[in-house]
């Protein structure tokens, strides 16, 4: 996985969370603008894999990109003709959105042999989205009024558990020497 990719999707993830926090829109404005990003990250994802089609790619970055497309397919095209149940809607997707990159760690953690050095931290995170994507299906819609907090809260843990992770990675393979200072 490419240090550009995984930076870049991390990006396209706190712009829905900024918004979310500083914009006050209403939760179908945030839903079009989350639908927005996970095209965008789907578009780079396949500028991503083209660039690189004759490289190894990990199965995750497939599985994220048709993850993202569709969700944000479904999101974009869905009519809404009553305001409350397209909250209702937005939430449902948001979290089997967050669920399924919730397993997409776990597995990752698991399977990947790369990544073992990581696997408590892919096995724990992943367990948190999943929880918090069962959490948000539940979502008391008396507290509708928080949700928009509650997804930039979301947003901004996945964002940063990768870019966490990804740097972790890296300075792994290219640690910092003190002595060549």
Known sequence: MG??????????LFVPAAVAIFGGIAMEGLSLVFAGTLLTGAFLTLIYLFIHFDQYINPKIIMEFLTDAFIGVVLITYPSP????YDRYFLV?????????????VTSGIM???????????????????TLGFVLINYNPDYIGSLHWLVAFMLIIYAAVELYLLLRRKV???????NEM
Request: glycine share 8%.
């Open 3 to 12: 240090l550009g990719y995984r930076i870049s999707r991390a990006v396209i």
């Open 82 to 85: 009553n305001i409350d149940f």
């Open 93 to 105: 997707l948001f979290s089997i959105w967050f669920f399924i990159n919730g397993v997409f760690m």
């Open 112 to 130: 990947d042999k790369g990544n073992k050095p990581w696997f408590w931290i892919y096995v724990l995170v992943g367990f948190m989205f999943i």
């Open 172 to 178: 792994d393979y290219f640690p910092f020497r003190e």
